[in-house]
């Protein structure tokens, strides 16, 4: 079920062990993202104790440092936030591209979900208003979307006999076709 302000409730992050990755370049920005992550992930459970947080020097490192945060095996989740402003040159389309894809291969090669926090904006007006703005903290929704697919992963986990269940009635389930 999904409440205030897009938060699906009832998602259990107790026990869940979280990285985040950070740029620093556009730092004032990124920061905000990250206290949007932080506030949706404590608000569902998940402890201080159980977040590691990574600083990377711009959204291209992303990639690599989550693949060895993924090579650790230690982390049930992990979130990306960084801010791509678009410039005078090809060089935003780069970035941008080569850091989705790098994220998407780490979370795929390594089954761990990964929430792309990962501004691709305009302007630096832009990047603000999704910041913790009028158009929300796509920091926030990035962690909320990564603990929600941390939780589907555990409710299709085979049990001892063999079948799948949800291990409580708010943890995402997949839909079956008729």
Same mark, same amino acid.
């Given at each position: 079920?999904?409440?205030?302000? $897009?938060?699906?409730?009832?998602?259990?992050?107790?026990?869940?062990?979280?990285?985040?990755?950070?740029?620093? /370049?556009?730092?004032?920005?990124?920061?905000?993202?990250?206290?949007?992550? +932080?506030?949706?992930?404590?608000r569902h459970g998940v402890a201080s104790r159980d977040l590691e947080r990574v600083q990377v020097p711009g959204a291209w490192e992303l990639p690599l440092a989550l693949?060895? +945060?993924?090579?650790?095996? @230690?982390?049930? +989740?992990?979130?990306?936030?960084?801010?791509?402003?678009?410039?005078?040159?090809?060089? /935003?389309?780069?970035?941008? $591209?080569?850091?989705?894809?790098?994220?998407?291969?780490?979370?795929?090669?390594?089954?761990?979900?990964?929430? /792309?926090?990962? +501004?691709?904006?305009?302007?630096?007006?832009?990047?603000? *208003?999704? *910041?913790?703005? *009028? *158009?929300?903290?796509?920091?926030?929704?990035a962690a909320q979307a990564a603990l929600e697919m941390a939780l589907l992963r555990e409710g299709l986990a085979p049990s001892r006999d063999g079948i799948s269940r949800?291990? @409580? @009635? @708010?943890?995402?389930?997949?839909?079956?076709?008729?």
């Open positions: 079920m999904v409440g205030r302000a $897009g938060t699906v409730d009832g998602l259990d992050g107790a026990g869940k062990r979280v990285a985040i990755v950070s740029a620093r /370049f556009h730092g004032e920005i990124v920061e905000r993202l990250y206290e949007g992550a +932080l506030e949706i992930l404590v693949q060895w +945060l993924a090579e650790r095996g @230690s982390y049930d +989740l992990m979130v990306a936030l960084g801010v791509v402003i678009r410039g005078d040159t090809p060089h /935003f389309d780069y970035v941008c $591209g080569c850091c989705a894809d790098g994220i998407q291969r780490v979370t795929l090669d390594h089954a761990v979900p990964i929430g /792309f926090g990962v +501004l691709t904006c305009d302007t630096r007006e832009q990047a603000l *208003a999704r *910041a913790g703005g *009028a *158009a929300g903290n796509k920091g926030w929704e949800a291990r @409580s @009635s @708010s943890t995402p389930t997949p839909s079956r076709a008729p």
